[in-house]
């Protein structure tokens, strides 16, 4: 069981846009930045958004992060075959003292 | 371009000790604005953190973690390294080691990532 709750799965058709969203607490996404990955079959994790929103350099920005209160949401825009892939969100959990990730989300480009 | 490379044994008896070794290249790990941080995987799971280091060797650890962890840094090797103790089944994972962002303590995010390497406890 994860701290933070994202969906199984997602689906979107190519070109259409996508949401995945991270539900946390006041303890972890309430009071904390958010970072989110894309792990590609096979593949180690890579960053995609960090601090909430900002992307690092060569991310495009088809890829979008957000955060409200304890709920943080990624945005995929202009969906590709070549975005099937796990999202994972990862922030830090101030009572925990650890940082923590969603269980992921993968999604699937029909 | 900063790289990293995860090494070490990819089978580990239980009760045994895991060790691995994470080599930075194309960037110093002596430098001041970074942590160093190791995650692990078990197979078809998801992430969890496991602890972070400092060139200084200031470490933070996950408290959730159940078996004992250390980890340590070489900075004239450019490399640090973990040691899982006392392992079982449940230590089976992809254990990757990567950099952690410059941010403050509400701020943990990690880029670069090494490969990873797969470790399966087993006798």
């Known amino acids: 069981q994860s701290v933070l709750t994202q969906p199984p799965s997602v689906s979107a058709a190519p070109g259409q846009k996508v949401t995945i969203s991270c539900s946390g607490s006041?303890?972890?996404?309430?009071?904390?930045?958010v970072s989110w990955y894309q792990q590609l079959p096979g593949t180690a994790p890579k960053l995609l958004i960090y601090?909430?929103?900002k992307r690092p350099s060569g991310i495009p920005d088809r890829f979008s992060g957000s955060k409200s209160g304890a709920s943080a949401t990624l945005g995929i825009t202009g969906l590709q075959t070549g975005d099937e892939a796990d999202y994972y969100c990862g922030t830090w959990d101030s009572t925990l003292s650890a940082g923590v990730f969603g269980g992921g989300t993968k999604l699937t480009v029909l | 371009q900063l790289q990293l490379q995860e090494s070490g044994p990819g089978l580990v008896k239980p009760s045994e000790t895991l060790s691995l070794t994470c080599t930075v290249s194309?960037?110093?790990?002596?430098?001041?604005?970074?942590?160093w941080g190791w995650i692990r995987q078990p197979p078809g799971k998801g992430l969890e953190w496991i602890g972070s280091?400092?060139?200084?060797?200031?470490?933070y650890y996950n408290p959730s973690f159940k078996s004992p962890v250390t980890i340590s840094v070489d900075t004239s090797k450019n490399q640090f390294s973990l040691n899982l103790r006392s392992v079982t089944a449940a230590d089976t994972a992809v254990y990757y080691c990567?950099?952690?962002?410059?941010?403050?303590?509400?701020?943990?995010?990690?880029?670069?990532w090494g490969q990873g390497t797969l470790v399966t406890v087993s006798s």
């Open positions: 006041s303890s972890n996404i309430g009071n904390n930045y």
């Open positions: 194309g960037g110093s790990i002596s430098s001041s604005s970074y942590y």
């Open positions: 280091i400092f060139y200084s060797g200031s470490t």
């Open positions: 601090d909430n929103n």
């Open positions: 990567a950099r952690r962002g410059p941010g403050g303590s509400s701020s943990i995010w990690f880029d670069p």
